[in-house]
């Protein structure tokens, strides 16, 4: 039987509070570190227990800290990221109103490893109760002596500032994140290496949250101990995986990595809703393509998605059923996207409204034969874009094409959606229709 890690502490009506989280070892993990352990020490042991990034990109994230140079200066700065915008991803959330006090001590700890001085927990602002949360719960952590100047008599002093977010999504893109904090234009910055030109010009480290709570864990009860929780040879720890759509029971689910589809929807998310069928899984939230039903035994790591050609992403889990119409559901994550567009760069700014007016018209019976390879073409142009944002808001559109080209040209033979359900946005085109 699976004993959950990061959800142990997890209470029906509310977060867990220090005391509780102490009695469950919580801060012993930091206890020893500042005490026994020097920051590379620490640095070393999560290297070691292979733990990979869980805000979408699965980058290993020892391997990340080591990027500060040894030579750079201070201040240093850490920036726990609990934006989380992408459709369909909600983990973070729950994650910090069961635990509080983990999210705070994983980020302590990152401070540690990388000698930082600050952290600005940034969240976004639709998250407000859950930012005066962590807001509360940093004050207790401060005065227990966790955070502030010389944390427990040790030379490391460390703060913890929570910042809001403006609200969009590529805030939570970690270079635009930087721009963000510093009050600028939130763009992406590619061209700036984090690890030694971040935040004001200094070495700074941007981690999911999720993947900070895995820290305190890793240091108490060892490396192997963390592989070990996963299903998969490769992959390490567990996950917290978001099932939403046509299931019955919806929700945040903790699991091992790694864990086959199948089980998830089958066993935690309490199986496909009466009359549905599965046709369809978003793996990873909006920014991953349309996975079908043929890969219902796939492993939710990042490997074994990887090898069929998927990503594994946020871990959010979207399911569609067979009464469910692709194209609208295409369309309503394009509105999404196309308005969400920082606007920096030409492919994105101007290449998603076009997508998404494609899909609007073929939605609305317009649709036309050779809208086909336009939209084909649309969406591999945003591989030329400057940042990840519109590659991954094209996914969804290539997912559409290559599995579920059939749909789309009934849409356009019938002249009108198949599906009884068709999704009429109230909105005016940008191009109108000749
Ligand atoms: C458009 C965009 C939005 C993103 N939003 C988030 C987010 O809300 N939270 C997050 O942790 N990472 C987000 N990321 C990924 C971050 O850039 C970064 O890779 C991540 O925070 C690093 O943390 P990790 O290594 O722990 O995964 C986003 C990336 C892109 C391209
Ligand atoms: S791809 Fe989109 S979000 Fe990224 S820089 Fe270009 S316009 Fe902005």
């Not at 939230?285 to 990887?306: I, Q, R």
């Not at 090898?307 to 394009?334: E, K, P, S, Y």
């Not at 920096?344 to 809208?371: H, K, S």
Request: net charge neutral.
């Amino acid at each position: 039987m699976f004993e959950e890690v990061l959800f142990k502490n997890r209470r029906p009506d509310r977060p867990a509070t220090l005391d509780e989280y102490r009695q469950s070892g919580g801060y012993e993990a930091l206890i020893e570190a500042v005490k026994q352990r020097t920051p590379d020490e620490v640095r070393q042991l999560v290297t070691d227990s292979g733990l990979r990034g869980r805000g979408g990109a699965g980058f290993p994230t020892g391997r990340k800290w080591g990027f500060i140079p040894a030579d750079a200066g201070f201040p240093r700065y850490v920036v726990p990221n609990t934006d989380e915008m992408e459709p369909g991803t909600f983990k973070d959330r729950v994650l910090v109103n069961i635990d509080p006090h983990l999210v705070i001590e994983g980020i302590i700890l990152s401070g540690y490893a990388v000698r930082a001085q600050t952290g600005f927990f940034f969240i976004r602002p639709s998250y407000e109760l859950d930012a005066q949360l962590i807001e509360r719960e940093v004050e207790v952590a401060r005065q227990a002596g966790f955070l502030g100047n010389n944390i427990l008599g040790s030379e490391f002093s460390f703060e913890l500032v929570v910042h809001r977010s403006a609200g969009r999504y590529i805030c939570g893109e970690a270079t635009a994140q930087v721009n963000a904090i510093q009050g600028n234009r939130a763009h992406p910055m590619k061209d700036r290496h984090m690890a030694s030109d971040g935040l004001w010009h200094r070495p700074t480290i941007v981690n999911n949250a999720e993947t900070l709570a895995c820290v305190p864990h890793i240091l108490r009860q060892g490396a192997e101990w963390f592989k070990g929780l996963a299903r998969t040879k490769t992959g390490a720890g567990t996950k917290l995986y978001c099932v939403s759509g046509k299931v019955n029971q919806p929700g945040c689910y903790e699991l091992p990595i790694g864990t086959p589809l199948r089980e998830i929807i089958e066993g935690s998310a309490g199986g496909m809703m009466p009359g549905s069928e599965l046709k369809a899984v978003m793996p990873g939230g909006a920014s991953t393509a349309y996975m079908p039903a043929k890969y219902y035994d796939v492993e939710m790591d990042f490997d074994p998605l990887k090898a069929v050609g998927h990503r594994l992403g946020t871990a959010a889990i979207m399911v569609f059923d067979q009464n469910t119409c692709l194209v609208a559901a295409t369309l309503n994550l394009m509105e999404y996207f196309a308005r969400e567009s920082c606007g920096y760069c030409t492919p994105c700014r101007e290449g998603l409204p076009y997508i998404r007016d494609l899909l609007w018209r073929i939605e609305a019976g317009e649709g036309r034969e050779e809208f086909i390879p336009m939209l084909q073409q649309m969406a591999r142009h945003m591989d030329s874009s400057y940042c990840a944002f519109a590659p991954g808001a094209a996914e969804s559109v290539l997912g559409l094409l290559k599995y579920f080209l059939d749909e789309i040209r009934e849409h356009i033979s019938q002249k009108k959606c198949p599906f009884a359900e068709a999704y009429r946005p109230h909105r005016k085109l940008w191009y109108p229709a000749e």
